[in-house]
């Protein structure tokens, strides 16, 4: 217990320091270490995954910032252009979001889901003193915890029957059948989300 409140005191502080610092000869030779670190890590395997939707939020995040900043113009097309001030700006906050995910799948790959809702209460705990609904608050975070294997896992089985009954093997229409599945299942979430956990077999 005293390890893994250690090893999410010291994610907590380095999730700190990032977001405090603002020089990129800091910052970007860190992004660099924690990219060569997913590469060629033994644990590489665990950290690249869902590397397809996190690049594609720290595409975004780059683009957003960088895009139609004021500052010195470093180049311009279609009325789109970009400054000088822009990719600082964009790749100071990419490699802060960067920083903070690798070190989180890394804090989940050393801390079992169990032992880091513990060590985050023992964190918690002074708020109480304040009034604060931690035990609220934690057992909210332990029910999304437990929900969200149980949602991959349902929409993983409802996505291969729908597959399965789909004709056209195309990249488009496998694209089509899992958008089919996202709205109704929001609505499922809201409106009955224990049916998840009874659908599997897990709990």
């Known amino acids: 217990m005293t390890?893994?409140?250690?090893?999410?005191?010291?994610?907590?502080?380095?999730t700190a320091l990032i977001f405090t610092l603002s020089n990129l000869k800091f910052l970007v030779p860190m992004t660099i270490a924690a990219g060569l670190l997913c590469l060629l890590s033994s644990e590489g395997k665990r950290l690249r995954a869902g590397a397809l939707p996190i690049g594609l939020f720290l595409a975004a995040t780059f683009l957003s910032n960088a895009?139609?900043?004021?500052?010195?113009?470093?180049g311009s097309f279609l009325g789109i252009y970009v400054s000088e001030e822009g990719l600082?700006?964009?790749?100071?906050?990419?490699s802060r979001?960067?920083?903070?995910?690798?070190?989180?799948?890394?804090l989940m790959i050393y801390v079992t889901p169990a032992e880091l809702r513990e060590a985050l209460a023992k964190v918690l705990s002074p708020l109480r003193k304040l009034k604060i609904p931690v035990d609220d608050f934690m057992e909210i975070l332990t029910l999304t915890m437990l929900a969200v294997p149980l949602?991959?896992?349902?929409l993983i089985e409802s996505f291969k029957v729908k597959n399965a009954q789909n004709t056209n093997g195309s990249l488009i229409g496998k694209a089509r059948t899992a958008a089919s599945l996202l709205v109704p299942t929001l609505i499922?979430?809201?409106?009955?989300?224990?049916?998840?956990?009874?659908?599997?077999?897990?709990?």
Do not use: C, N, W
């Open 3 to 14: 390890k893994t409140y250690l090893k999410l005191s010291f994610y907590l502080l380095f």
């Open 67 to 74: 895009l139609f900043s004021d500052g010195r113009l470093v």
């Open 88 to 94: 600082q700006l964009a790749t100071l906050r990419t």
């Open 97 to 106: 979001v960067f920083l903070m995910i690798v070190g989180a799948k890394l």
């Open 151 to 154: 949602l991959k896992t349902h």
């Open 188 to 203: 499922m979430i809201i409106t009955s989300p224990e049916i998840i956990f009874k659908e599997t077999k897990a709990l």
